[in-house]
């Protein structure tokens, strides 16, 4: 696909990158769209990565949709120089089985990132004691639904446009990791029938980070866990339509999850959903709170996720 074409295909808005992926012999590009505007959320940058035979054939693909976009791909944009490498993990997908490859688009953030990832509904469901507290420590309150108006009534029908895509919720699905795993489960609790699939790889449920929160770990533990459950059992999707998966590590951050965690999994059965079937929830010892530890399981959501 040269400049031309990728001009045409996008319908005029104008990617500013073309970038052959830096995998060993590899066709797959990434476009990149700088400062991409936006009705309701600031601008902010996209990538998205293609299959290395999507200039080659007339397949439509699925759509992963991922945020914290800037860590996904190459490590010059990636927090602490380590990225995900989805580009890779999907390329082995490939290989695996044809056909299994998919469209990744990656969502940068922006400096309201906790805000915009903080999920409004749970906020919502505090008590003004708990909500206060957040807002405070996020510097404003939740901006978590224009964020995803945003995804979804203008990123999304951009790429359903502009690329050979699979557009039904049975091929579209969400991802992210830390409070980018909040704003996954919060978006297919919100758009349950755009969005198939969601992984939330070490959901950030305490939702706050002053160290006082992890000093003393039951400070906040209940009321946050009540917020949640009463969120997820109001907004939660009918059982046998959707897949969410959920795990954490066990090390530094990650370790502060597992009270949580638990608490989501019971409202989760109570709830009718079945593990290993509508959704995961899996533990990785010695796991970190990283973009290492992300990229080295990476392919057990998106497996059980994308088949």
């Known amino acids: 696909m040269d400049r031309r074409t990728l001009i045409a295909a996008t319908g005029g808005l104008m990617a500013s990158a073309l970038i ?50 800037q ?32 469209i990744v688009v990656g969502i940068w953030n922006t400096s309201t990132r906790r805000q915009d990832f903080s999920p409004a509904g749970v906020e919502a469901a505090m008590d003004d004691k708990l909500r206060a507290r957040t807002a405070a420590e996020h510097e404003g309150p939740a901006l978590s639904d224009d964020y995803l108006r ?26 992210g990791s830390s ?7 919060y978006g297919i609790c919100e758009y349950p029938k755009v969005f198939g699939g ?38 939660l999707p009918k059982a046998g339509q959707n897949k969410i998966w959920m795990d954490h590590g066990t090390i530094n951050l990650d370790s502060f999850y597992q009270p949580y965690q638990l608490a989501m999994d019971q409202v989760f059965q109570d709830l009718g959903w079945q593990q290993g079937k509508d959704f995961e929830s ?3 010892e010695g796991a970190d709170h990283n973009e290492a530890s992300w990229r080295a399981r990476l392919h057990d959501p998106l497996t059980f996720l994308m088949g």
């Not at 409070?179 to 489960?185: A, C, D, E």
Request: hydrophobic content about 40%.
């Open 282 to 284: 899996r533990v990785y």
């Open 71 to 102: 860590n996904i791909f190459g490590a010059s944009h990636a927090y602490g120089g380590q990225s995900w490498r989805v580009d890779l993990a999907m390329e082995a997908r490939q290989r695996a089985v044809a056909g299994s490859d998919a």
């Open 20 to 69: 052959a992926n830096t995998s060993d012999a590899s066709e797959a590009m990434i476009i990149r769209y700088e400062a991409m505007p936006s009705r309701y959320t600031a601008a902010r940058n996209v990538s998205v990565w293609l299959p290395a035979d999507y200039g080659k054939s007339n397949r439509r693909y699925p759509v992963l949709y991922m945020h914290d976009g």
């Open 150 to 175: 945003f995804l979804v009534e203008e990123l999304k029908p951009m790429i359903d446009r502009d690329y050979r895509t699979k557009p039904g919720k049975a091929s579209t699905f969400i991802m």
């Open 198 to 235: 969601a992984g939330c790889l070490s959901t950030h449920w305490t939702l706050l980070s002053a160290a006082e929160s992890y000093s003393k770990p039951d400070l906040e533990t209940p009321a946050m866990i009540q917020a949640f459950a009463t969120y997820l059992k109001r907004k």
């Open 179 to 185: 409070m980018g795993g909040l704003i996954s489960l």
